[in-house]
Nanobody, 124 residues
Framework: QVQLVESGGGLVQAGGSLRLSCAAS????????MGWFRQAPGKEREFVAA????????FYADSVKGRFTIARNNARNTVYLQMNTLKPEDTAVYYC?????????????????WGQGTQVTVSS
């Protein structure tokens, strides 16, 4: 089992920044990647970013490329999502997730452990 705890969400004005953190514990050695997803009211959960543990390769949704950065701290089993130039359409609950199974890093079904989510609200 893997436990995930997210933090760092909040309310910010458009154009502002936030940094989300996700601390993993438990059987983290079996994971191949960690990712961030988000879900806005009435919408499906969507991919935001992912980072592969083996080599640090990163993957981003087109909607956040150039504004968001995913990074890791291996020693602390923590992944960060730096979000800059935030827009009202970035408002959502953000979830971190661990993938220890196969599949595309962009797909929710490639992730088998999920955090509880943290709310990000961007005001216009």
């Amino acid at each position: 089992q893997v436990q995930l705890v997210e933090s760092g969400g909040g309310l910010v004005q458009a154009g502002g920044s936030l940094r989300l953190s996700c601390a993993a514990s438990g059987r983290t050695f079996s994971s191949r990647a960690m990712g961030w997803f988000r879900q806005a009211p009435g919408k499906e959960r969507e991919f935001v970013a992912a980072i592969r543990w083996s080599d640090g390769s990163t993957f981003y949704a087109d909607s956040v490329k150039g504004r968001f950065t995913i990074a890791r701290n291996n020693a602390r089993n923590t992944v960060y999502l730096q979000m800059n130039t935030l827009k009202p359409e970035d408002t959502a609950v953000y979830y971190c997730a661990v993938s220890s199974i196969g599949g595309s890093y962009y797909a929710t079904d490639a992730y088998d452990y999920w955090g509880q989510g943290t709310q990000v609200t961007v005001s216009s």
